[in-house]
T-cell receptor, first 114, second 111 residues
């Protein structure tokens, strides 16, 4: 079946621009996670949704980062006024249930801020 | 102290050998543990999950968990050059639903 999809795969933004990254999870998966991965590092947690509810946003690095999942399916991660330190790969993962179940990752969006 | 630690490597093994990858974690209440493989420029791919102390085998892969020692390992038998990748250890901590990842160990299997 279809896996997690993300778009765009690559995004170049000038410093100060706003960007929106999209994630389409595996159909029927309740939980959706966003992670940020810097080069040579493991993914770092940003935020978590269970259906449409954002239950944990403790990993969002600043108030420039905002995520939503209004209908409990597709999610969008928005970054306002991008900075160079926002350059990273943004990974979306989904899980059938909550509570430490296996997470399946999308291909990621590589964001480069110039 | 980082929550999940791994040797960054690179770990080099000859083709056909056993590769042993190790991971330690700090949250004693963690219940779920995962190994992901990540090829360069690609996203993490789930290899194994383990929830109970002991060994879990799947093909050439064996995950080992020791909660008392807060230690998880992954053994890859009959290593192949196609196993060359970064292996990420992920832990679901007691305090949340997310995973905490280690920095990854880069494995190189030499033909």
């Amino acid at each position: 079946g279809a896996g997690v999809s993300q778009s765009p795969r690559y995004k170049v933004a000038k410093r100060g621009q706003d960007v929106a990254l999209r994630c389409d999870p595996i159909s029927g998966h309740v939980s959706l996670f966003w992670y940020q991965q810097a080069l040579g590092q493991g993914p770092e947690f940003l935020t978590y949704f269970q259906n449409e509810a954002q239950l944990d946003k403790s990993g969002l690095p600043s108030d420039r980062f905002f995520a939503e999942r209004p209908e409990g399916s597709v999610s969008t991660l928005k970054i306002q006024r991008t900075q160079q330190e926002d350059s990273a790969v943004y990974l979306c993962a989904s899980s059938f249930q909550a509570g430490g179940n296996e997470q399946y990752f999308g291909p990621g969006t590589r964001l480069t801020v110039t | 102290q980082k929550e999940v630690e791994q040797n960054s490597g690179p770990l080099s093994v000859p083709e056909g050998a056993i590769a042993s990858l190790n991971c330690t974690y700090s949250d004693r209440g963690s219940q779920s543990f995962f190994w992901y493989r990540q090829y360069s420029g690609k996203s993490p791919e789930l290899i194994m999950s383990i929830y109970s102390n002991g060994d879990k085998e799947d093909g050439r892969f064996t995950a080992q968990l020791n909660k008392a020692s807060q230690y998880v390992s992954l053994l890859i038998r009959d290593s192949q050059p196609s196993d060359s990748a970064t292996y990420l250890c992920a832990v679901n901590p007691n305090y949340g639903q997310n995973f905490v990842f280690g920095p990854g160990t880069r494995l190189s299997v030499l033909p």
